[in-house]
């Protein structure tokens, strides 16, 4: 796997201290970013004991400054909030979703991205719902919506009440 080149790294780096010190700190602690065509589009991996991002080359290419800048900060999220710590009962890829709506939800409030086009937001998924679920940072309340929409008996009545 290809590392970023430390030219890159460094723009990132300056980038990531004008949105948040936080994002920024995390990303020199972070092991430098690889790129790996397996990956699907960026994620996150532990790699020498420490938090690598991963990301596609062909993804990486395609994304503005700001969509770059964006999903690195996603994925610093996910490790802030703690979401690798996932209940063994819940469903893997409805708390991925429902993570990723709490990641999004709090980057658009901070971020000169709107990741509504692209990403997992309260607008996308739960369409012309989305007026009555409310914006929350705990992901159990999101995957908790979503579990109930599988149900379709009970989704007139949990989110329209």
């Known amino acids: 796997m ?3 080149l430390n030219k890159d790294r ?4 300056l980038k990531l201290g004008s949105i948040n010190p936080l994002f920024q700190a995390m990303w020199r ?8 065509e397996d990956a699907e589009s960026m994620e996150l991996e532990i790699h ?5 991002l991963v990301t596609n080359p062909n993804f990486w290419k395609t994304c503005t400054q700001n969509k770059k800048l964006f999903v690195i900060c996603h994925e610093m999220c996910h490790v802030m909030f703690g979401h690798w710590l996932i209940n063994p009962n819940l469903n893997r890829e409805w708390a991925n979703i429902a ?9 658009s409030t901070i971020f000169c ?8 937001t309260i607008k996308t998924v739960f369409k012309h719902k989305s007026d009555v679920v409310e914006r929350k940072m705990d ?3 999101y995957y908790n919506l979503l579990m109930q929409c599988l149900k379709p ?8 009440a």
């Not at 008996?153 to 329209?160: F, I, M, T």
Request: overall charge negative.
């Open 29 to 36: 602690s972070f092991e430098p970013m690889v790129f790996d």
């Open 99 to 107: 993570q990723d709506i709490v990641v999004n939800e709090y980057l």
């Open 153 to 160: 008996s009970s989704v007139k009545k949990n989110l329209v």
């Open 139 to 141: 992901y159990m309340y």
């Open 2 to 4: 290809k590392k970023i």
């Open 48 to 52: 020498n004991n420490n938090f690598r």
């Open 113 to 120: 991205y709107d990741p509504s086009n692209d990403f997992a």
């Open 10 to 13: 460094n723009w990132v780096e």
